[in-house]
């Protein structure tokens, strides 16, 4: 088991900028990717970035390149999103996960934390 915890989220005016920290817990050592996933209300979960634990290869949604920047720091199991020139759009409830094998699976989940953007 993989244990996630978010924080860092809040309320930022469009333009500004924030960043998210999830730390890991537990079989951290079995983690193969984790990455940002984002939900607005009334909308799907959507992905938004992810980035491998041992190689530190990213990869992010079209509709966040050139703003948001995955990054992780594997002494201190912890997985960051920062997020540059903040949109309306971007208000959503972002979490956290981790996929042991395949990028297509993704295993655990943190509890999200709230990101608004005001206009």
């Known amino acids: 088991q993989v244990q996630l915890v978010e924080s860092g989220g809040g309320l930022v005016q469009a333009g500004g900028s924030l960043r998210l920290s999830c730390a890991a817990s537990?079989?951290?050592?079995?983690?193969?990717?984790m990455g940002w996933f984002r939900q607005a209300p009334g909308k799907e979960r959507e992905f938004v970035a992810r980035?491998?634990?041992?190689?530190?290869?990213?990869y992010y949604a079209n509709s966040v390149k050139g703003r948001f920047t995955i990054s992780r720091d594997n002494a201190k199991n912890t997985v960051y999103l920062q997020m540059n020139s903040l949109k309306p759009e971007d208000t959503a409830v972002y979490y956290c996960?981790?996929?042991?094998?395949?990028?297509?699976?993704?295993?655990?989940w943190g509890q999200g934390t709230q990101v608004t953007v005001s206009s």
């Open positions: 537990g079989r951290t050592f079995s983690m193969y990717v």
């Open positions: 980035i491998t634990w041992s190689g530190g290869t990213t």
């Open positions: 996960a981790v996929a042991l094998r395949s990028i297509n699976e993704y295993n655990h």
